[in-house]
Structures are given as C-alpha cells and as structure tokens.
C-alpha cells in the first residue's frame, strides 16, 4: 500500500529564512506527486505536481520541489520565506495504476515569524 | 477563477441521525472526490466517482456512506447513521481528469456528531 511521510510536524522560521520540507513515500511503481497548501481557515490548493519529465518542477509563489526517484522524495523548496506562507503543507502521492486515489501526507505546519 | 462549493460550511447533528453533505464541482470537471480530515491528523481519501458511478473508495467508506450526482450539478454525500468519530472536516474536491491532473477542492463541511 502507498504511504507519504513528511519529516516535520512543525517548522518555524523567520522572514527571508530558506524552507525545505522533506517528504518520502513509498510505493514500488510509477508515481504522481503533489504539495498541496492549507492556509489558515482556508481550503486546500495545489502547489505543484510531478508527473513525467524534469525532476525539478516549480509551482507557485516561487516554491519549488525535486522529485529524487532512488530515494523515494519530493522535498518542497523555497529560497525565502515570506509571513503569508504560513500554512499547512501537505505532499501526496498517486500511483499511476490507481489513478484515482491521492495519498496525502500527515502535513508539516510552517510558522513564518516576521 | 472557477470553485468548487460546498454546503453547509459546518453541521451539528446529532448521533445516529443521517446527515448530506452537498458540493458543487466545477462545471466541466468530470471527476469527483470526497475526502475528511479529523482534527489534527492527516487528509483522508474516501470515495472517487466518475460517470456516475464510484471508481475507488477506502476501507473508510462503508455502508454507511453514500455518494450521489443526482441532477448533473450536485455532488452529495450521505451518512446514514452519523457516529462520534464521523466528526471530520470534509472536503469535496474535483478533477477535469483525474487525480493525476491535482484537484480544486471546496472549503470543506465541518461536520460535529454530538
């Protein structure tokens, strides 16, 4: 069965700091990935997905994440944090033979101190 | 920018009664989904549902749980005997081609079994 671990429950950080949140999952066949974000009192929204092609996909509000496949990652990047990016961070993962079910993370929550 | 809506934003209800829960898609998206978060853990899949019929659900969605499209525009969810531990935030989310494409989701139902 296809499980996603994401290594921080909660991260804190101040304005302009660099983010990385690590995200692992494991499941032996061919994979979708996705980060989806949860701010405060809002509803969930897409990031950034991977599908095929370059490991380095770029999302938006300048995030980033790279798709390492011989370790079973997809850490989410950003150079520098902003307040607003305070949220819950959710990576998940769709195995291509069971393409309609999204695994979601247990989610890292980020505090962006100003 | 196109929503997915859902209705009402949060229902009391009390154990044992059956509660739907309502959601609008977006219009030409054809995928639909359910999914719950209990406070403080992870998004949960429940149900996929395309042309008219469930495509997955998990080992969450038992007899209790309904899906329904019933006039082309709605996307319910029915509980039919409503237990403490159905208390969630439930999300409905829709795709114009599956998982693998990323959802819009809806702002969620917080539903509280009393």
């Known amino acids: 069965a296809q499980s996603v671990s994401q290594h921080n429950h909660h991260v804190i950080l101040s304005e302009a700091a660099s983010l990385e949140l690590g995200c692992n999952y494991s499941?032996?066949?061919?994979?979708?990935l996705f980060w989806y974000v949860q701010y405060p009192g809002q509803h969930l929204q897409l990031l950034l997905k991977?599908?095929?092609?370059?490991?380095l996909v770029k999302g938006i509000k300048g995030f980033e994440a790279e798709f390492i496949k011989s370790k079973f990652s997809f850490n989410l990047r950003k150079p520098s944090v902003q307040w607003s990016d305070t949220a819950e961070y959710f990576c998940?993962?769709?195995?291509?033979?069971?393409?309609?079910?999204?695994?979601f993370g247990p989610g890292t929550s980020l505090s962006v101190i100003p | 920018e196109p929503e997915v809506t859902q209705t009402p934003s949060h229902q009391v209800t009390q154990m044992g009664q059956e509660v739907i829960l309502r959601c609008v898609p977006i219009?030409?998206?054809?995928?639909f989904y359910w999914y719950r978060q209990i406070l403080g853990q992870k998004v949960e899949f429940l149900v996929s549902?395309?042309?008219?019929?469930?495509?997955?659900k998990s080992e969450i969605f038992d007899d209790q749980f309904s899906v329904e499209r019933p006039d082309g525009s709605n996307f319910t969810l029915k509980i039919r005997s409503t237990k403490l531990e159905d208390s969630a935030m439930y999300f409905c989310?829709?795709?114009?081609?599956?998982?693998?494409?990323?959802?819009?989701f809806g702002s969620g139902t917080r539903l509280t079994v009393v």
């Open positions: 989310a829709s795709s114009s081609g599956g998982s693998y494409y990323g959802y819009t």
């Open positions: 499941y032996g066949g061919t994979v979708n």
């Open positions: 991977y599908f095929s092609g370059d490991p």
């Open positions: 998940a993962v769709n195995a291509k033979t069971s393409y309609d079910k999204v695994i």
């Open positions: 219009s030409n998206h054809l995928y």
């Open positions: 549902f395309y042309n008219n019929e469930i495509s997955e």
